[in-house]
């Protein structure tokens, strides 16, 4: 699939950009979740700066990726553990 070209509004501001096809979904519901968090700080704190409310919308997505990665990492070394021991276990089944 070809590139193409999209304008995405982030904080009153508009980027234009070019991606592929396949993920122009995927930026266009990024960028809504971003314009809605920052709604969301804008209502709830007396905060009008842009750049700030961009601020706290980054560190709060930086947050739950870091959050994530971590879940990922711990959730991956218990299914290797659990592996190891099932392959423990049909050894120990068909070495008999």
């Known amino acids: 699939m070809g590139e193409i070209s999209i304008k995405i509004n982030i904080a009153d501001r508009v980027y ?50 870091l959050k994530a990665e971590k879940r990922v990492v711990v959730e991956d070394t218990e299914v290797a553990a659990k592996v190891y021991q099932l392959d423990g276990m049909l050894t120990e089944f068909f070495s008999k």
């Open 16 to 65: 234009p950009l070019k991606v592929n096809m396949e993920e122009e979904e995927i930026i266009r519901r990024a960028a809504k979740l971003i314009n809605d968090r920052i709604k969301e700080y804008q209502d709830g704190y007396a905060v009008k700066d842009k750049q700030d409310l961009l601020s706290m919308c980054v560190l709060h997505y930086a947050t739950s990726a």
